[in-house]
């Protein structure tokens, strides 16, 4: 289960709308309770992939995720997953999510149709990397 | 010589759920072998052979990413602060 609340759910939106025709990208922080992550607050990147490729790839480099690392433990906080949006494709994973992301993480996906943001969902993938499944989230006022 | 290796949280439950763990080693690689030593379920999820890391998997020694030292022969003073990060990517 993934808990945000509805601010964090805007900001996931707005930066979605922002970053059309191409893709947006953040790092949430937060704390895990068991198999539970809540988000406490988001940490926009600027996408690391090149301009012609963002309008259907993100990166977040390195260095990014070393400052982002740090950060969040400076705040007593845990890198719980990660955030992007889907630019007239569908809210979930391609093959290419899958090959890049890491068991443990919480990935959201929002689909972004002609520049309105639309289903946002979250994946989880699993341990031997074969797919990602759903993940339930919950959103508090 | 003994480091300090900071974990990401998606590694951690590798390592006991720790956020740290101390190693030894003059190198990098010497102290990464002394880690997946000491956490062997460690060692699939950080290298993509017994030599080599996977593409994903970046780490920082006092901030500066090996890949601009000298790679896994990067020495290590007493006392360094060793990162291992993942670098996260995805697309439609």
Redesign the interface.
Known sequence: MLKLSRRIETEIRQAGADAYPN?C?GIMFGS?DGDDHAVKSLRPIVNA?ESGEQY????????D??RA?LEA?RLGL???G?Y?S??D??AK??D??RD??????S?IILRVAEGRPELMTSWRLRISREAFDPEPFEIEP | MSVTILIPTALRSFVDRKSEVEAEGPTVGEALANLTAQYPDLKRQIYENDTALRGFVNVFVDGTNIKKLNGLDTPLAAGATVMIVPAIAGGC
């Open positions: 893709e990208c895990e992939r259907h790839r993100f990166l977040i480099t390195a260095e995720m070393m690392e433990r845990e890198i719980v990660f992007h889907h630019p494709h569908p994973p391609s290419y999510d890049h992301a890491l068991p443990f993480y990935y």
